[in-house]
Structures are given as structure tokens and as C-alpha cells.
Nanobody
Framework: QVQLVESGGGLVQAGGSLRLSCAAS????????MGWYRQAPGKQRELVAT???????NYADSVKGRFTISRGNAKNTVYLQMNSLKPEDTAVYYC?????????WGKGTLVTVSS
């Protein structure tokens, strides 16, 4: 059973930075794609960024130039470096992995950006 655990969320002032981490367990295989999504209060969950094992990345327009997704040296870890944070970035951030025909999600980590 694949399990994803996020960490690194917290409270930060506008303009600040945070780094989120996601570590996966439960498989010997290396994931092809790993990603981050977020869900703000009263809104639908939305894509933030994804990365493939080949190094390709994809970002939501709202975070381009501010956020960077990267894979860790350890197998099946992914990071999200968030700079120049804005109050509208406030949300629960979820790690996501499509694998074996299923979608796996972590429990999320809360990011709060104060103005």
C-alpha cells in the first residue's frame, strides 16, 4: 500500500518562503510522476505542480516563477519550494502520485500566508 506523508507547512508572512516535502513508502518501484495539489477553503482542489522521473515539470500559471518542484535523491521523494508567497496561496497542500491505475494522496499540510 502506497503511503504519502507531507511536511513543511506552516504560517508565513506574505513575501516569505516555505519548502514542502513529500515522502512515499510502500513500493519498490520509482514513481514516474509526482505532484502537488492544493485546496483553499471553499474552493476545489487544484493542480500546483508536477514532475516526472525524466525531469519534466508543469506548473499552474498562478505559481510559475515563484514555486519550484523537484525530486529528491531518495527514491520517491518530492519537494515544493515556495517563494514570494501570497495570501492567496493559503491552502492545504497535498502530495499526489498516479501509480498502478490508482491515485494516491497524502493527508495534506496546511500553508497559511498572512498579509
Amino acid at each position: 500500500q502506497v503511503q504519502l506523508v507531507e511536511s513543511g507547512g506552516g504560517l508565513v508572512q506574505a513575501g516569505g518562503s516555505l519548502r514542502l516535502s513529500c515522502a512515499a513508502s510502500g513500493t519498490i518501484f520509482r514513481f514516474g510522476t509526482m505532484g502537488w495539489y492544493r485546496q483553499a477553503p471553499g474552493k476545489q482542489r487544484e493542480l500546483v505542480a508536477t514532475t516526472t522521473s525524466g525531469g519534466s515539470t508543469n506548473y499552474a500559471d498562478s505559481v510559475k516563477g515563484r514555486f519550484t518542484i523537484s525530486r529528491g535523491n531518495a527514491k520517491n521523494t518530492v519537494y515544493l519550494q515556495m517563494n514570494s508567497l501570497k495570501p492567496e496561496d493559503t491552502a492545504v497542500y497535498y502530495c499526489n502520485v498516479p501509480f498502478g491505475g490508482m491515485e494516491y494522496w497524502g493527508k495534506g499540510t496546511l500553508v497559511t500566508v498572512s498579509s
